[in-house]
């Protein structure tokens, strides 16, 4: 199994930048994909990006994704920060699976809150 914890998540001001961290333990390999998610109050789960382990990064428009193989941490950077960007964002990760459907990541983190004052 994998063990991800979120962090690094608060409260910014619109056009600010937060890096978040989702850190994993247990057993963890080069095979793995580590994807990010974000669930506002009332929506569904929204999937951000993901990033499969042999990939150094991921960019999406405001939303970069990277990882650090020696630290078993994937780290997904937000750029001029808005406020409809308020969630709690998640981390999960699984041994096959690489898209946005958040039923077939078998691990999760327990998130980690972002709010963007306007």
């Known amino acids: 199994q994998v063990q991800l914890v979120d962090s690094g998540g608060g409260l910014v001001q619109a056009g600010g930048s937060l890096r978040l961290s989702c850190a994993a333990s247990?057993?963890?390999?080069?095979?793995?994909?580590v994807g990010w998610f974000r669930q506002a109050p009332g929506k569904e789960r929204e999937f951000v990006g993901s990033?499969?382990?042999s990939t150094l990064d991921s960019v999406k428009g405001r939303f970069t994704i990277s990882r650090d193989n020696v630290k078993n941490t994937v780290y997904l950077q937000i750029n001029n920060l808005k406020p409809e960007d308020t969630a709690t964002y998640y981390c999960?990760?699984?041994?096959?699976?690489?898209?946005?459907?958040?039923?077939?990541?078998?691990?999760w983190g327990q998130g980690t809150q972002v709010t963007v004052s306007s």
């Open positions: 990033i499969r382990w």
């Open positions: 999960a990760a699984d041994y096959t699976y690489d898209g946005n459907d958040p039923r077939k990541y078998n691990y």
């Open positions: 247990g057993r963890t390999s080069y095979t793995y994909v």
